[in-house]
């Protein structure tokens, strides 16, 4: 009798038992996930610290817009990681046109309003896209882009153009790309001429 009483809690106990364990697991996991997304993003915020001291660097004793825009464009390419486009497009008779990039070729007009890029002027907002297939009216230049950040850029009070980033990887932009890029784009707003040749 006692025996089989002993049988009944062990049947008892350690289902529970191992139903605790999963869970105690799996809150292990996300901890540990958790803790190196923080790292990641600390370690993004490290990064674009540097990234706006050599841009500061690179922009020393220029104004010209297009040859700091096309520098800027191949720094970015160069320290961010998992990136299919960058560049800008600049507002020009009330649309924006293509400017420096790196990347495969890409459409040339963008509407305000239209697509992440114009939605970001006429918004004047930052847009951070997880997915770019869940934009509605996402213009798809490169196939490959997967998500997308856009910040529009001002002088004397107007919006100059947007600063354009685009990855191949579903969520590859965070709130410390978000800042840090703020950063850097008030660096190039600050460091070029904007008045059109
Ligand atoms: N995806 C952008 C168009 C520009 S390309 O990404 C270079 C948009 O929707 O505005």
Redesign the pocket.
Known sequence: MHFMRELGQKKLILPIAERFTGVYNSIKYLERQEGFMEMEEMEKRERYRMAKMQLESLFEGERDRIANLANASALLNEVMDDLN?V?F?LMKHGE?I?GP?Q?KT??IR?PVG???????VAKDEIQLVYD?HE?P??????SA?SS?I?LPLHADGRIVGVL?I?SPRIGRFTEADREGLALCAKVIEEACDWKEQ
Do not use: M, N, Q, R
């Open positions: 486009w560049g497009y924006l293509l990039f990347g890409a459409c963008i239209k697509g992440v890029c114009g939605t970001a770019v934009f009216g996402h213009i798809a230049c490169d882009s997308e856009v354009d685009d």
